[in-house]
């Protein structure tokens, strides 16, 4: 694997003609960043930022227009590199937090990609929104639009979590948006982090429970993990707030894990779970079965028949590489076989479904076994399908298998 670096790229030849390769039969989905925030949450270290931190040529109000430049010139890449034009499988618009956005803006980017590459007639659509960034008018607007399903940022139900994670919105808010997405017919899914510092077990507690009450179609639970350069790493550096705790984190997955099986929600991948096979995020099982998106907006990643690349991360040079007709592409991969197999073992391995094992790796079930970490019947039939051990462990289970 060998990284490239770019300064904005040309349309004609950015894409290596081996991506062609198997193109008409892999999905393809399209991701959209909108990295804006009212406020940036102390854990967060996502490619957003706030208005102030914004000058001259990153305006939001602008910034529809110049992610759909991007679209109109992926698509000329794409079909420059000999790739037959496929339906979008799905759209996932994430952030920041889209939902600052008008519907309207929201809804031209999707417009652009249905006339582009066109949107499959079963595609699932999903925007991401925190629980005060949309208002009943907001969400039936969007499923008008087209958007299918929302992601709300709920993260816990207990205000001293809420706050230390620097989130904003009142959780009694959480249960409203939650009626107006399902009354303007979106699937819904909501998103919790559990370990934040303070928080015990009988928070997260309440949390899951007032998550089961209800009744989401989807669940996603995080870890908190403390990135170097947020404001809470240096609340930790400075001592004024503990680091999680990982066997406190642990013990925190599995009641989630517990409680959330007893009320019907199956887990497909060590961090999401659903109430049917149907309501599992596809988008990111994409991700996991490493088929193709491209990545629109700043600092968006993309994947390609085993090319990757990834945006500039400021608002202000992408759209200035977008003005200028060049993609804004800050560097690149092409990913051999063997980092190819890595990544699938990597990816496939959170899965539910399992990995599907190759001859070479067989002899290293049996020990996966014995150590709990594995599932003994489905090693059986040469499938890697982690126990609940096992997903507490996966990073162990990984490294064991490459």
């Known amino acids: 694997m060998s990284p490239t670096a770019a300064a904005g790229m ?18 393809f989905g399209i991701y959209l960043h909108v990295p804006f925030c009212r406020v940036r949450c102390g854990y967060c270290d996502f490619n957003t930022y706030t208005s102030d931190e914004l000058g001259e040529g990153a305006s939001r109000s602008d910034y529809a227009a110049t992610a759909i430049t991007e679209i109109e010139l992926a698509a000329q ?95 009694e808010r959480v249960p409203q948006v939650v009626r107006w997405a399902r009354a303007a017919g979106l699937s819904v899914s909501l998103d919790l982090i559990y370990g934040a510092p303070g928080e015990t077990l009988a928070q997260w507690q309440r949390s899951i429970d007032a998550v089961v009450a209800l009744e989401p179609d989807h669940v996603s639970a995080y870890a908190l993990v403390v990135e170097q350069g947020t404001k809470m790493a240096a609340q930790v550096r400075r001592g004024e707030l503990p680091m999680p705790d990982p066997d406190d984190e642990a013990d925190k997955y599995e009641l989630a894990a517990a409680l959330l099986a007893r009320a019907g929600y199956d887990w497909y991948e060590i961090s999401n779970f659903a109430r049917t096979p149907s309501d599992r995020c596809r988008h990111n099982i994409a991700y996991w079965r490493s088929a193709d998106w491209w990545g629109i907006g700043p600092g968006a990643h993309s994947h390609v028949g085993g090319h990757r690349w990834w945006n500039v991360k400021h608002p202000r040079p992408y759209a200035a590489q977008l003005a200028g007709g060049r993609l804004p592409v800050a560097g690149s991969e092409t990913l051999s076989r063997d980092d190819r197999e890595v990544e699938r073992i990597l990816l496939g391995v959170r899965l539910a479904d399992g990995l599907e094992v190759g001859r070479e790796l067989l002899a290293r079930l049996p020990d996966l076994v014995a150590d709990g970490l594995i599932d003994a019947q489905a090693a059986a ?10 997903r507490l462990l996966a990073d162990t289970v990984v490294r064991r298998l490459t």
């Not at 040309?10 to 999905?27: C, H, I, K, N, T």
């Open 77 to 171: 890449a794409l079909t420059g590199a000999g790739l037959p034009q496929r339906e979008v499988r799905t759209v996932f618009v994430g952030g920041g937090t889209p939902t600052l956005l008008a519907p309207g803006e929201l809804a031209s980017m999707l417009e652009a990609v249905e006339r582009t590459w066109g949107v499959a007639p079963d595609a699932e659509v999903t925007t991401e929104a925190n629980p005060d960034s949309v208002d009943a008018r907001d969400l039936a607007a969007l499923a008008e639009a087209g958007f299918t399903r929302v992601s709300f940022g709920m993260q816990s139900v207990v205000p001293e979590v809420l706050a230390t994670l620097d989130r904003t919105h009142d959780p």
């Open 10 to 27: 040309a349309v004609e030849g950015f894409l290596p003609p081996s991506v062609a390769e198997g193109g008409d039969q892999r999905d």
């Open 381 to 390: 039939g040469g499938r890697a399908v982690l126990t609940l051990r096992g």
